[in-house]
């Protein structure tokens, strides 16, 4: 289907709408935000920040859908995530561009949150299978006892803003395949991405009800904390709302996992390939403007790779092609919001009031074409302080701290004094530090000379400490385990029995 044709399928472009019980509709409120194009700062729609009433037509709609779809067959369930996945396949290039546009990230970039995007599809495709339980016969003379799962009901997916295309596949593939019905409440300054994807979903005719989108922020998440008929939130974000989130949704009563923001280090050791290290670790730091919750956000040079590692990352950065994510030929664009720029030029600020030097200074560039844009180039912070807060502070932008230790344990001392645990990576030739490394690193997603240490569809995204509340962790085993409640049968058929 082309372009127009998805148009066709939505009421309007311009602004975002719910969908809500297998319909477009506009939301009950007076509160729009602009949707702003990063680079260019045009408006390109506007977002409704939805009331508690929208949230409620939603769950009641998908309470309704609940019943009928937890009965229909899974290997039914799973027909309906084939064809989104040929429907996103088919839709590649124009949702890729989405999500350039509204998010201000690589056309390149873009297409690689996707295509992870559609691996949860695949891997969700395997629910009949990975839904089973599992039995012991004879636990008793005769009797014998089973372990099912079943579906939770009504489930809520709350996204943030870096991966508007990526993150919500993180958990609707998994909860829907698994019987669940969902309401997604996507970032207020990305939502036009998943009117494409919801488009897509209307298209495959999924029951009514069984796959809802809101549109809103605070209001919003706060009905979906408070509302009796969701059992579970999945929630992606900041700490800080992670935590909240985690709270409120507990005080309800409901299951919760809540993935948290990140300051992730990575350790560079005298043996490490210096030129991999450095092609790596830029685009770690720097991809996506540094807004990933798995970007390399402290280089940490342990003895002799201190001088080969800093000149080489500061040439990288300073090589780094800035502008709009839609140019092919640029590396990185820009940051989200103006408000986000600021933020980050003043951490720079502040860096060097700490004591920090600005090898590479990336604050306010002018990007031919793109003045008003929200850029800030790569940046690279020299002598950072280990106890200031420029070393514990979420930056979320292209700004990498280097720090120098004497040796690998005063390294990993330094990895594990982090209130985050979202990622650490070492750079090595040595499978002994490796190991040494991946045994005692505080962070639950590790690299081994990998930049952004990302797991696949079918592993779990494992946030420690202050990067995750919960449980358990999106995306494979953990989702279904999530998406679903056990129940345990010990059963015994006396007629049967007496044979014995
Ligand atoms: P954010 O916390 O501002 O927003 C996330 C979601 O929470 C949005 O849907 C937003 O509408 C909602 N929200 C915001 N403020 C709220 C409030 N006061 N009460 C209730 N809901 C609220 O995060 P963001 O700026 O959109 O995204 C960037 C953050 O997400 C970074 O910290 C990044 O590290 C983190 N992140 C983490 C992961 C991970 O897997 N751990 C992945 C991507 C992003």
Known sequence: MNHSAIAALHPSEKTAQNYINGAWCTPTTDTYLDIINPATTTALGKVPLSSGAEVDRAAQAASVAFAAWRRTPA?????YLFKLKALLEDQFEDLAQTITLECGKTLAESKGELRRAIENVEVACGIPMMMQGYNSEDIARGIDEHMIRQPLGVVAIITPFNFPGMIPFWFLPYAIACGNTCIVKPSERVPLTLQKVFCLLHQIDLPKGVVNLVNGAKTAVDALLDHPAI???SFVGSSAIAQYVYSRAAANGKRSQCQGGAKNPVIVLPDADMVMTTRIMADSAFGCAGQRCLAASIAITVGTAKEPFTAAIADAAAARTVGYGLDPTIQMGPVITAQSKTRIEGMIHHATTEGATVLVDGRHPTISGYEQGYFVRPTILQNVVPTGSIAKTEIFG????????????????????SQYGN?????????GAARQFRYEAEAGNIGINIGVAAPMAFFPFSGWKASFFGDLHGQGAHAIEFFTQTKVIV????????QF
């Open 423 to 431: 990622m650490a990576s070492l750079f090595t030739t040595s499978g």
């Open 398 to 417: 292209p700004v990498l701290s280097l720090i120098h230790v004497d040796s690998i344990d005063d390294a990993i001392a330094l990895v594990n004094q």
């Open 491 to 498: 059963e015994r058929w006396h007629g049967w029995a007496r």
């Open 75 to 79: 290997t039914e369930r799973v027909q």
């Open 231 to 233: 059992r579970a939130v």
